[in-house]
């Protein structure tokens, strides 16, 4: 159901609650860009824009939850005219 992702490119968030994210896993920026097929140049882009949906850890660090870019990304979907 979720996809493999190196141990190093991990975090994991946990809530309380059993029927929100549990122990989903934490993209990093170089697995976020993998995941979207795009540059980590873009997903820092996105971020400083605010523009993706993300997880600040402490200061600096950004992590990502894979099923916000999934639904990040049907939300950029724009329908054809025709």
């Given at each position: ?8 490119e991990v975090s ?24 979207l097929g795009c ?44």
């Amino acid at each position: 159901m979720y996809s493999t992702v190196p141990a190093r490119e991990v975090s994991v968030i946990r809530k309380r609650s059993s029927h929100e994210y549990v122990d989903r896993p934490l993209l990093d920026i170089r697995a976020a860009a993998s995941h979207l097929g795009c540059s980590e140049r873009f997903i820092r882009r996105l971020v400083q824009e605010r523009r993706i949906p993300f997880v600040k850890l402490g200061g600096t660090r950004v992590r990502f939850l894979e099923l916000d870019l999934d639904q990040w990304v049907v939300g950029q979907r724009v329908e054809a005219k025709r």
